[in-house]
């Protein structure tokens, strides 16, 4: 069955401060992996694509890193800020159109 | 530029009404998609609309669900005789085209409660 998992579930950490979230995900055949955000009361925006090949890849403050051989991939923030305050979903793309997205981390930014 | 917009943005409605949900996308994209996102929950699919194919319905939950897409844009999700369950937000997205490595741009949602 094809599933994306995220962790944390929720996050809280303190205005400047690094953090990861992580996603596995058990798609095939896999095509694509997307990290969005989703602001409160607004649809998931786009913030990196990472294919089969690529390890990583980087979005001003935001890293992601694929292991297409374990199925995980993780969301980094660098010195995070207010606004980054928001649902962050892992979506894969699989076969043709279809596309699994994971539940989302909720993070909570504190100044 | 104009991204994808919905209407109405919220919606109340007691149960066994019928509701009309719309969507207009990114002009020029061919391809549009229906979701629903419940509290704590990711997007479930519920319908893809490419250019002038066969749309899939694969994740419509019942048949009280229908979509069409009228002249290849705007697109209407209708629930027919709602239930409490159906309360969620709905989002579309529209992407350029049908390939994979197309980006979907996702509209606000409308927020559905039913009572």
């Known amino acids: 069955k094809n599933q994306v998992e995220q962790s944390p579930q929720s996050l809280i950490i303190l205005e400047g401060k690094n953090c990861t979230l992580q996603?596995?995900?058990?798609?095939?055949?896999?095509?694509?992996l997307r990290w969005y955000k989703q602001d409160t009361g607004r649809g998931p925006v786009s913030l990196t694509i990472?294919?089969?090949?690529?390890n990583t890849k980087s979005n001003g403050r935001y890293t992601a890193t694929l292991d297409a051989d374990t199925k995980q991939s993780s969301l980094h923030i660098t010195a995070s800020q207010l606004s980054d305050s928001a649902s962050y979903i892992c979506?894969?793309?699989?076969?043709?159109?279809?596309?699994?997205f994971g539940a989302g981390t909720r993070l909570f930014v504190k100044a | 530029g104009a991204g994808v917009s919905q209407s109405p943005s919220n919606k109340v409605t007691e149960k066994g009404k019928d509701v009309e949900l719309r969507c207009d996308p990114i002009?020029?994209?061919?391809?549009l998609y229906w979701y629903r996102q419940s509290l704590g929950q990711g997007l479930e699919f519920l319908i893809y609309?490419?250019?002038?194919?066969?749309?899939?319905k694969s994740g419509l939950p019942s048949d009280r669900f229908s979509a069409e897409r009228t002249g290849g844009s705007v697109s209407t999700l209708t629930i027919q005789r709602t239930q409490q369950e159906d309360s969620a937000v709905y989002l579309c997205?529209?992407?350029?085209?049908?390939?994979?490595?197309?980006?979907?741009?996702f509209g606000p949602g409308t927020r559905l409660t039913v009572t």
């Open positions: 979506v894969v793309r699989a076969g043709g159109f279809k596309t699994i």
């Open positions: 002009s020029g994209h061919t391809a």
């Open positions: 996603c596995n995900y058990t798609v095939s055949p896999f095509s694509n």
């Open positions: 990472m294919t089969f090949s690529e």
């Open positions: 609309f490419q250019g002038n194919s066969a749309p899939d």
């Open positions: 997205a529209s992407t350029l085209g049908g390939g994979r490595s197309y980006e979907q741009y």
